[in-house]
């Protein structure tokens, strides 16, 4: 369950107020006013205008509908342009106004007057972005950072872009990450609140990123720039749940909800601690109004109890290919339904509360006179579901760091994948999809009892 979108020019209150696109008055490059570039330095949907003799559109072309003519100033014929400044001027004030399709209207005005504007591709991008035509503001943001690529406006909405908007992935939230740190580096020190903008998108990328001790620090920093911004207070929330600090995470979600009481993502993460505490009636509660409060991130999930689960999970066992099968000898397949608390923080950062699979234990061709490699950690997105497991993450970074010290304390014969009936029943929608979940999260599983790590994995699609 993705986040919803919290940064850069979307719905955010910080303390000296939100984003807005920029004017005329706000360069951070000169705008040119004549001037021409190819097709392919500009954005998708202009480009394509462009090429009226191209190849023939086949069966298989998928185009937009022509959009009904929109001018910036209605009271203008066609054929008389507008000034550019004029253009950014009024981008600026219709997306205040939350008429996202007229500030796009002057942004691409703008832009088409003024090819090397940065903040008319920036302005197109955001209003792109508001619009959900991500791929069109993928592509102008580029275009507006291979003009101006240390612009901090510009970086913080494409760190945005990837991190918060685009389907998720851990290439966009390495991305992403790098955006923000660029912009980090470039920003105004007199500017506090964009600093703390590209402070929190460093820790929310972070967090995607399984590295949550990193991701508090950076939004410890977020919140020293601006001490009342809401996003930061509730990912600093988030950052701790990871750590399976639960107490101190269910402080600050009841500290959120405080001033904002539909607040779906802390609502949903004090169910999960509730949940785990035991509480089951708080739990119940308030994972009901996060799903009443945003059923799109939070649907309701599918009800299976314990024993249906683990019928499930040994038949997806017996389907799995001979080789797996074969591998899988010996080996306990269990059903649980939330990870153990023990198995969470006997690695050092913990993992995450949601994974969704757990293996124990040594690899197979492990011997003595073997060290291996660390395994890399899964990511754990806030509202997005959890890739499949816990890896020497799921056991095997456990065993590492006991060999490492010479206390190991487990042998061969104790390998175990537990697979994890809440967590998996909260990333589907239907039993087709349940199965096929299972099924990945055992093939990941059985990755790392063959010695493979979580980035080896990612790369085969197991991630």
């Known amino acids: 369950m993705r986040r919803a979108a919290l940064l850069a020019c979307l719905v955010v209150a910080t303390a000296g107020g939100g984003c807005k696109l920029r004017t005329a008055h706000e360069t951070t490059a000169p705008v040119a006013t004549s001037g021409a570039v190819t097709s392919s330095q500009i954005p998708a949907a202009t480009a394509t205008a462009t090429r009226t003799c191209a190849a023939p559109v086949t069966e298989t072309t998928s185009e937009p509908p022509p959009r009904p003519l929109r001018r910036c100033f209605a009271d203008r014929p066609a054929w008389l342009d507008a000034p550019v400044a004029a253009l950014l001027d009024r981008a600026a004030e219709l997306f205040d106004d939350a008429d996202y399709a007229g500030a796009l209207a002057c942004a691409e005005e703008a832009t088409r007057q003024a090819p090397r504007s940065v903040e008319a591709h920036h302005n197109r991008a955001i209003s ?45 939230s390495s991305l992403g990450l790098e955006y923000a740190r660029r912009g980090s580096r470039h920003v105004s020190r007199r500017d506090r609140e964009r600093i703390a903008r590209l402070a929190l998108l460093e820790g929310q990328a972070l967090i995607d990123l399984g590295r949550a001790v990193e991701a508090l620090r950076r939004i410890d920093g977020a919140l020293k720039a601006s001490p009342q911004f809401a996003a930061a207070v509730y990912e600093r929330g988030v950052a701790l749940f990871e750590l399976c600090r639960f107490e101190d995470a269910r402080k600050t979600f009841e500290k959120v909800l405080a001033s904002t009481p539909d607040h779906a993502h802390a609502l949903y993460h004090l169910g999960l601690i509730e949940e785990r505490l035991g509480q089951d009636p708080a739990a119940a509660r308030h994972l ?9 991130s939070f649907p309701i999930p599918l009800d299976l109890p314990q024993p249906d689960f683990a019928a499930h999970v040994q ?143 990612r790369d085969r699609g197991l991630e």
């Open 128 to 172: 792109l972005m508001r619009l959900d035509r991500l791929d069109e503001a993928r592509d102008s943001i580029a275009l507006a950072l291979a003009l101006a690529p240390d612009d901090p406006e510009t970086l913080e909405a494409a760190a945005d872009l990837n991190i918060n908007q685009l389907p998720p992935s851990v290439d966009r």
């Open 288 to 296: 009901a109004a996060a799903s009443a409060a945003d059923v799109k």
């Open 315 to 457: 038949r997806a066992v017996a389907e799995l290919p001979d080789d797996v099968r074969r591998d899988l000898g010996g080996i306990k397949v269990e059903a649980a339904d939330l990870p153990d608390i023990t198995d969470l923080v006997a690695e050092k950062p913990p993992l995450s509360p949601t994974i969704l699979g757990l293996f124990r234990g040594l690899p197979l061709d492990y011997t003595d006179r073997m060290v291996p490699t660390p395994a890399g950690r899964a990511g754990k997105g806030r509202a997005q579901p959890v890739p499949a497991g816990g890896s020497a993450e799921s056991g095997g970074h456990t065993v590492t760091a006991a060999m490492a010290t010479g206390d190991l304390q487990c042998d061969a014969g104790d390998r175990t994948i537990v697979l994890y009936r809440r967590n998996l029943l909260r990333t589907v929608h239907d039993v087709g999809e349940l199965d096929q979940a299972i099924t990945r999260t055992l093939l990941h599983e059985v990755g790392h009892l063959r010695g493979e790590d979580d980035g080896s994995l």
